[in-house]
């Protein structure tokens, strides 16, 4: 179940505001400038999917996206369970970063956890199956994955380039939960 978690950043024991309501989050996130909707495929998702076929089935969303935010590059990223680099594939993400575009992720199959630093709040969202979320460009945060990783998902970017990130030296990311 997706759900939205929002701290004060200075004192990570108090929480603001948590819901698992999609619609709460979506308007709470849209006040931020971050993105958050549910899309349904346009056909049954199974593991032998091909990238193409994956995106096919999220074509409408997808092309809307993109007439709405320029983005020029769509791909699929996968993890399975049991991959035996996913913590330091864990690793790579739970540093908080900016980046020079916004990052965008659909959730095909598993979840993830965005974390947010905006302003004097640390917003996290869990995001699953059918989510979007598009943190804009410049938005310090971390992402994390779980300790055993299991999901699908699409990425569109402005940059041809893929992900670039641009680390922000706190040590913030630290003082908040991970997904697990």
């Known amino acids: 179940m997706n759900k939205l978690t ?5 004192d990570p024991s108090k929480s603001t505001l948590s819901s698992n ?3 709460v ?8 400038g971050v993105r958050f909707e549910q899309w349904h495929a346009t056909t049954a998702i199974t ?3 091909e990238q193409a076929d994956v995106i096919a089935a999220y074509r409408n969303d997808i092309a809307r996206l993109q007439a709405d935010g320029g983005y020029q590059t769509v791909d699929v990223i996968s993890l399975a369970k049991g991959n035996p680099d996913a913590a330091q594939l864990r690793q790579k ?3 908080e970063h900016t980046h020079g575009e916004d990052e965008v992720r659909f959730f095909v199959k598993g979840q993830g956890l965005f974390c947010l630093h905006i302003a004097d709040e640390v917003i996290q969202v869990v995001c699953q199956q059918g989510d979007l979320i598009a943190v804009p ?3 310090p945060h971390w992402f994390d994955m779980g ?23 706190s040590p913030l990311a630290n003082e908040f939960p991970l997904l697990d």
């Open 6 to 10: 929002i701290f004060n950043a200075i």
């Open 21 to 23: 309501d999609a619609h």
């Open 25 to 32: 989050i979506a308007t709470t996130l849209a006040t931020k």
């Open 47 to 49: 593991p032998a999917m």
């Open 93 to 95: 993400f739970l540093f």
């Open 137 to 139: 460009a410049l938005t």
């Open 147 to 169: 300790s055993d990783p299991e999901f699908t998902a699409i990425r569109l970017f402005n940059n041809p380039e893929g992900w670039v990130a641009k680390a922000t030296g």
